[in-house]
């Protein structure tokens, strides 16, 4: 338990206490006030001011005014403008650019199209890089003249039995049969569905966007909705979980669940691989036969609402989302 603390007076506290009584060092006057304050009288009181400097400012001592930046009136403040954010009003637009807004292909081809020599414009052969064009140019490939088109992107819920390709020998169904009412431009499909798949299929002209979404460098998300003859066992949903050896290499997805706890013949399965018929062999390596395949989301957009065998266009907010996850 700790004592106390007295407060005793020093030393020269008390030297000083002795001086006092004796009168020493103070004039008679100062001892006269001294003793008639002692019979009572109280002591007068004298207000102490603050610093001398406190005088001139209102409040506190030591307050200090909030800084704020002052801009003169004749140059007023603008945000500062990144050359990529300003517009570009000239309408001259990259060679590469225009040939691969023509559908033709994308920039990276374009460029070696253009290095080749088969690209003329007003009827000259361009093979410098950057070469930029004005919208009345007359930009030829193959004999052929070459128009800027608009930018088409359509979501397609595809059904069965209709293939993904532009032109089939054998006079199957292909998916533009379905498309053909969504303008003048050509557009095609990006990716693959092989003809038994249904699901999200996405169609454009935009030839720069579908290389990035069908590279496999970028490992654009695909989420499939999977139904297979007999209920999966717990140790084959852990292989594919963890992954798995097959013909052409190793395979591991990024995410399987069941769709429904009561029925463990329905998966969904996330992935990124692009390798083809990648979901159906991975189940038939286990023994497992696929009934139904069906692709409920491609790079984000999914089909919600959208009937099969319908199509719509994409939204504003959806192609940029598009050209986001490109960009990355």
């Not at 506290?13 to 001892?31: N, P």
């Not at 009003?89 to 080749?116: M, P, Q, T, V, Y």
Request: glycine share 8%; with cysteine; hydrophobic share 30%.
């Amino acid at each position: 338990m700790k004592r106390p603390f007295k407060k005793f007076p020093g030393k020269k506290r008390e030297e000083r206490e002795g001086r006092e009584e004796r009168g020493e060092g103070k004039e008679k006057g100062d001892r006269e006030e001294r003793s008639e304050r002692a019979d009572g009288e109280k002591r007068p009181y004298f207000k102490k001011s603050y610093l001398a400097f406190d005088k001139k400012k209102s409040g506190p001592p030591f307050h200090k005014k909030p800084y704020k930046k002052k801009f003169s009136k004749d140059k007023p403040f603008r945000k500062s403008e990144s050359p990529a954010s300003k517009p570009n009003l000239s309408g001259l637009i990259r060679l590469n650019r225009f040939i691969a807004n023509a559908g033709i292909c994308s920039r990276r081809e374009a460029d070696d199209l253009i290095k080749s020599g088969v690209v003329k414009v007003n009827g000259v052969i361009i093979t410098e890089m950057g070469f930029k064009v004005k919208p009345s140019d007359m930009v030829q490939y193959g004999g052929q003249s070459l128009r800027r088109e608009k930018m088409v992107y359509v979501l397609l819920n595809k059904p069965k039995d209709y293939i993904t390709t532009v032109d089939d020998p054998e006079k199957r169904k292909t998916v533009l049969e379905l498309v053909q009412d969504a303008g003048t431009e050509r557009i095609y499909p990006v990716g693959r569905l092989d003809r038994a798949t249904t699901g999200v299929l996405l169609l454009t002209n935009d030839g720069e966007l579908t290389k990035v979404l069908t590279h496999p460098r970028y490992g654009i998300k695909k989420i499939y909705n999977v139904e297979i003859d007999t209920p999966i066992k717990h140790a084959d949903f852990n292989k594919v979980s963890e992954g798995l050896e097959l013909e052409d290499g190793y395979i591991k997805v990024d995410k399987i669940s069941y769709a429904s706890m009561s029925n463990k013949k329905e998966l969904v399965i996330e992935l990124h691989s692009g390798r083809n018929r990648i979901v159906r062999r991975i189940f038939e390596s286990m023994g497992y036969k696929v009934l139904r395949l069906d692709r409920i989301s491609f790079a984000g957009i999914g089909k919600k609402d959208l009937q099969r065998g319908r199509w719509r266009y994409l939204s504003e907010k959806e192609v940029g989302f598009l050209k986001m996850v490109a960009a990355e």
